[in-house]
């Protein structure tokens, strides 16, 4: 339901754009988010949006990255800034309904994405 795209093969300092897109779900009904996950690691979220358009990062992402959604196009993108290797990982969307709290607990019962996998070399 999920369609991630935009990962590839950078070098440390470049920048990507992920998307990820539906033609399932109502796109702004939605929080939305990114997570990732390294080789040998759990995932872990790097950018939520709720469906009023607030936003939230992790500290390792806050200032380099930026979340945003366009509902007219269901839509979900992700800009990365200043990559380096520590932002090697498969990157996933999510999207989920927020019931409050923290914006990333509002995936566990929901919709996933492949993934799209970004690499990042010095």
């Known amino acids: 339901k999920l369609v991630e795209s935009g990962g590839g093969l950078v070098q440390a300092g470049e920048s990507l754009t992920l998307t990820c897109t539906t033609s399932?779900?109502?796109?702004?009904?939605?929080?939305w988010a990114w997570f990732r996950q390294a080789p040998g690691k759990g995932r872990e979220g790097v950018a939520c949006?709720?469906?009023?358009?607030?936003?939230y990062y992790k500290d390792f992402s806050e200032g380099r990255f930026t979340i945003s959604r366009d509902n007219a196009k269901a839509t979900l993108t992700l800009q990365m800034n200043s990559l380096n290797a520590d932002d090697t990982a498969m990157y996933y969307c999510?999207?989920?309904?927020?019931?409050?709290?923290?914006?990333?607990?509002?995936?566990?019962?929901?919709?996933w994405g492949q993934g799209t996998q970004v690499t990042v070399v010095s």
């Open positions: 949006i709720r469906s009023e358009f607030s936003t």
């Open positions: 399932e779900l109502q796109f702004e009904d939605y929080a």
């Open positions: 999510a999207a989920g309904l927020f019931r409050g709290g923290s914006c990333f607990s509002a995936f566990r019962k929901g919709y």
